[in-house]
């Protein structure tokens, strides 16, 4: 089966780097087939007959060894990959004018009701839930208004991995 692991906080200000080489190298002694990574943020694309749970409890494991931090993985199928992605409205863009992301969900945080949750302005802002991730998009000109960048502080955006929608849109394809 084809899967996707994203992994959380990778390579995102100064903690937890991981050389995306290495990250292959590590799924590839794991036992992983066809494995490519994609950016340096922490997707990794690969094969197993494992299931979810197994994989990310070994890739977990593995990372703590070797980064010496504890990094939580997110995988899915390739088919919620793509169910996610095609549920992002084909309009929503990252350009000059909008902004577009999706969050992934870990599973205690995988509900509708954390959209009213998160201090976010939803006047300013458009966002959708999905079993599995929440995508949300906003102008530009809005960003400040909509209160987004208070996410990061939150306590769930400790239970979600969040890429732009150009990666979430690659990763599904």
């Not at 703590?64 to 993985?73: G, L, N, Q, T």
């Not at 960003?143 to 690659?170: D, E, G």
Request: hydrophobic fraction near 40%.
């Amino acid at each position: 089966m084809k899967y996707v692991a994203l992994l959380r906080g990778v390579n995102v200000g100064t903690s937890k780097r991981i050389d995306m080489k290495s990250l292959k190298a590590l799924f590839e002694r794991l036992g992983f087939l066809n494995v490519s990574t994609y950016i340096n943020s922490g997707n990794v694309l690969f094969e197993s007959e494992k299931e979810i749970e197994e994989i990310n409890n070994e890739i977990e494991r593995e990372l703590k060894e070797e980064a010496k931090e504890e990094i939580r993985v997110l995988t899915k199928t390739i088919e919620q990959m793509r169910e996610i992605a095609e549920s992002i409205p084909l309009e929503w863009v990252n350009d000059e004018e909008q902004r577009t992301d999706v969050a992934y969900l870990f599973e205690e945080a995988n509900r509708e009701e954390i959209i009213q949750e998160l201090p976010i302005k939803l006047e300013y802002i458009r966002i959708k839930y999905i079993n599995g991730a929440i995508m949300w998009n906003v102008e530009r000109k809005d960003y400040n208004k909509s209160q987004l960048n208070k996410i990061i502080s939150h306590r769930l955006y400790k239970q979600m991995t969040v890429r732009n929608v150009n990666t979430a849109r690659y990763l599904a394809s």
